[in-house]
């Protein structure tokens, strides 16, 4: 019977995954202020303490996992990228959804945009797949 890897393991490699190189990942990801960075800052700081509920663990490997995808391209096909028109309309740029998951209850979904640099994406929402698509309940952060 194989042994689960160790949490340390996995977050070093998604962190290593997500820092960018002379030749890294063609898209920096930033994230969207307040809720978005201090929700990664607080997973971050609960994984070194060694404080990370089940839940919160799968959370960061879910999220880092789609993380580092969307900085390598963001319409990869796990991710199932796509434009949400009624949020471009209501916030005057183009807003994109992507899964984190597929085929689970309230199944977590991404929500973000490029810029506010050129080759970045600013995560601006996570959230749960809205209901009956009523994408207007959807409550986007600040870019950086």
Do not use: C
């Given at each position: 019977?194989?042994?689960?890897?160790?949490?340390?393991?996995?977050?070093?490699?998604?962190?290593?995954?997500?820092?960018?190189?002379?030749?890294?990942?063609?898209?920096?990801?930033?994230?969207?202020?307040?809720?978005?960075?201090?929700?990664?800052?607080?997973?971050?700081?609960?994984?070194?303490t060694g404080r990370l509920t089940k839940n919160e663990e799968r959370l960061y490997r879910k999220w880092g996992?789609?993380?580092?995808?969307?900085?390598?391209?963001?319409?990869?096909?796990?991710?199932?990228?796509?434009?949400?028109?009624?949020?471009?309309?209501?916030?005057?740029?183009?807003?994109?959804?992507?899964?984190?998951?597929?085929?689970?209850?309230?199944?977590?979904?991404?929500?973000?945009?490029?810029?506010?640099?050129?080759?970045?994406?600013?995560?601006?929402?996570?959230?749960?797949?809205?209901?009956?698509?009523?994408?207007?309940?959807?409550?986007?952060?600040?870019?950086?």
């Amino acid at each position: 019977m194989r042994k689960r890897p160790r949490l340390e393991k996995r977050r070093s490699t998604v962190a290593d995954k997500l820092k960018t190189s002379a030749s890294g990942p063609p898209f920096t990801i930033r994230m969207g202020l307040p809720h978005m960075d201090e929700l990664w800052s607080d997973l971050n700081s609960k994984l070194s303490t060694g404080r990370l509920t089940k839940n919160e663990e799968r959370l960061y490997r879910k999220w880092g996992k789609a993380l580092q995808l969307l900085s390598l391209n963001p319409f990869y096909p796990g991710l199932s990228s796509h434009e949400i028109s009624s949020l471009t309309q209501k916030y005057g740029k183009k807003i994109f959804e992507s899964y984190l998951e597929n085929r689970t209850p309230g199944a977590a979904r991404m929500f973000w945009t490029y810029g506010p640099e050129r080759a970045e994406i600013t995560i601006l929402a996570l959230e749960p797949h809205p209901e009956n698509n009523e994408y207007g309940k959807v409550k986007l952060d600040a870019e950086p």
